[in-house]
């Protein structure tokens, strides 16, 4: 189980408990991401334990995250505001800082290697 799983797991042990995280991970956010989507199929397939065994073997169901659940606030240090971050059909959007800024670094990464095979 992987630090954001067991995260939601001790979050999701009690009706009280209230997880608030910050990060500047494009990891964590798809981690709530699958999270969020293993919450929406397990509604779809609720009553077939064998396919919820299925799905549990590829994500705990005990660390889903409810669509409704879950708000991702983005923060522009440029401008200093502060907005939600956009969902579809419940799931986080992908355009945002943290995924442009990942985008970016494969980019370039990607360039240089281009780079270095034509010296190889």
């Known amino acids: 189980m992987g630090y954001d799983e067991s995260l939601l797991s001790f979050n999701n042990s009690l009706e009280a408990n209230k997880l608030i995280i910050t990060t500047h991970s494009p990891y964590l956010i798809n981690g709530f991401t699958i999270a969020v989507k293993t919450a929406i199929v397990k509604k ?67 360039q240089l290697l281009q780079i270095q095979q034509g010296y190889e």
């Open 44 to 110: 779809l397939i609720q009553d077939k334990q064998e396919l919820l065994d299925q799905l549990n073997v590829i994500y705990p169901i005990d660390s889903i995250i409810d669509p409704d659940d879950l708000i991702i606030y983005e923060l522009d240090e440029g401008t200093g505001s502060v907005k939600i971050l956009e969902s579809y059909r419940g799931l986080p959007s992908d355009d945002n800082f943290l995924n442009m800024m990942l985008e970016e670094s494969n980019n370039m990464f990607a």
